[in-house]
Nanobody
Framework: QVRLVESGGGMVQAGGSLRLSCAAS????????MGWFRQRPGDKRDLVAA????????YYSDDVNGRFTISSDNAKNTVYLQMKSLKPEDTAVYYC???????????????WGQGTQVTVSS
């Protein structure tokens, strides 16, 4: 059974930082991409960061590049999203996801966590 469990969301003031964690288990493939998506109210779910589980390559969307950092700890089967210089527009539900396809291929992500809320106040 595949499980992706996010944690670390919460409320922070603009300019602050948060670190999200995603603990993965039961994934049926070894060569995987792990991604963080976010969904603002009324919007579609967008890929904001992704990494190969090996950590050999990463992807960032333009609006988070330079502020967010994705990393993985293979020993803990955990992927992290370090978010700095947070803005009110970063407010969203953040989802961890896994894919056996290219890391920037958003439709390829077919295993999902339950989501964690991030709220950035101005």
């Amino acid at each position: 059974q595949v499980r992706l469990v996010e944690s670390g969301g919460g409320m922070v003031q603009a300019g602050g930082s948060l670190r999200l964690s995603c603990a993965a288990s039961g994934l049926p493939f070894s060569s995987i991409s792990m991604g963080w998506f976010r969904q603002r109210p009324g919007d579609k779910r967008d890929l904001v960061a992704a990494t190969r589980y090996s950590g050999t390559s990463t992807y960032y969307s333009d609006d988070v590049n330079g502020r967010f950092t994705i990393s993985s700890d293979n020993a803990k089967n955990t992927v992290y999203l370090q978010m700095k210089s947070l803005k009110p527009e970063d407010t969203a539900v953040y989802y961890c996801a896994a894919s056996q396809f290219r890391l920037d291929h958003a439709p390829g992500y077919d295993y999902w966590g339950q989501g964690t809320q991030v709220t950035v106040s101005s």
